[in-house]
Antibody, heavy 120, light 110 residues
Framework: QVQLQQWGAGLLKPSETLSLTCAVYGGSFSGYYWSWIRQPPGKGLEWIGEINHSGSTNYNPSLKSRVTISVDTSKNQFSLKLSSVTAADTAVYYC??????????????WGQGTTVTVSS | QSVLTQPPSVSAAPGQKVTISCSGSSSNIGNNYVSWYQQLPGTAPKLLIYDNNKRPSGIPDRFSGSKSGTSATLGITGLQTGDEADYYCGTWDSSLSAEVFGGGTKLTVL
């Protein structure tokens, strides 16, 4: 049973860089595209991007200029960096695993979520 | 403004059936797989349907999914008060090369 545990700073000032990490426990790390998704307060889900074990990435075009997703296969971890944050980046951030190795079927395992607040 | 369009809210009585629609285009729903998620307040989304109409292990058959053209539908039968939640559809958008979600539908079980 795969579990995802995520962590990172929860309070940032405008212009700082958001940094989160997600660790994968109990299953295979290779063969999947691992995603980051966020949810602003009271709003819907927004996909940020994804990475596979080889480091191949896809990013949301609306965030692409500020996002970097990286992978550390030795630790079964993947990370998110979002630069130049503003109040609009305040959200709960989730990492997630797809249900199958075939991309984009759906995500069946989610991290516990990290609340990130951007405030001066 | 979400790429996929869902009704903001739906409601029905306990024991009844409800459907939630998700409308898109040929670049997303029309040529990719649709998934549905249930989100209870303060919790992470939970996958209900993947690959248009398949249920993950542990999801009761009260939940069903279908797709036709550029639209998809989530059906829930035998409504329970515990089904009150926000529901989201999602799929890949080939033009954007990005996963996209609907704006979410709040289900109220009256």
């Amino acid at each position: 049973q795969v579990q995802l545990q995520q962590w990172g700073a929860g309070l940032l000032k405008p212009s700082e860089t958001l940094s989160l990490t997600c660790a994968v426990y109990g299953g295979s790390f290779s063969g999947y595209y691992w995603s980051w998704i966020r949810q602003p307060p009271g709003k819907g889900l927004e996909w940020i991007g994804e990475i596979n074990h080889s480091g191949s990435t896809n990013y949301n075009p609306s965030l692409k200029s500020r996002v970097t997703i990286s992978v550390d296969t030795s630790k079964n971890q993947f990370s998110l960096k979002l630069s130049s944050v503003t109040a609009a980046d305040t959200a709960v951030y989730y990492c997630a695993k797809p249900i199958t190795g075939t991309p984009h079927y759906g995500m069946d395992v989610w991290g516990q979520g990290t609340t990130v607040t951007v405030s001066s | 403004q979400s790429v996929l369009t869902q009704p903001p809210s739906v409601s029905a009585a306990p024991g009844q059936k409800v459907t939630i629609s998700c409308s898109g285009s040929s670049s997303n729903i029309g040529n990719n797989y649709v998934s549905w998620y249930q989100q209870l307040p303060g919790t992470a989304p939970k996958l209900l349907i993947y690959d248009n109409n398949k249920r993950p292990s542990g999801i009761p058959d009260r939940f069903s999914g279908s797709k036709s053209g550029t639209s998809a539908t989530l059906g829930i039968t035998g409504l329970q008060t515990g089904d009150e939640a926000d529901y989201y559809c999602g799929t890949w958008d080939s033009s954007l090369s990005a996963e996209v979600f609907g704006g979410g539908t709040k289900l109220t079980v009256l």
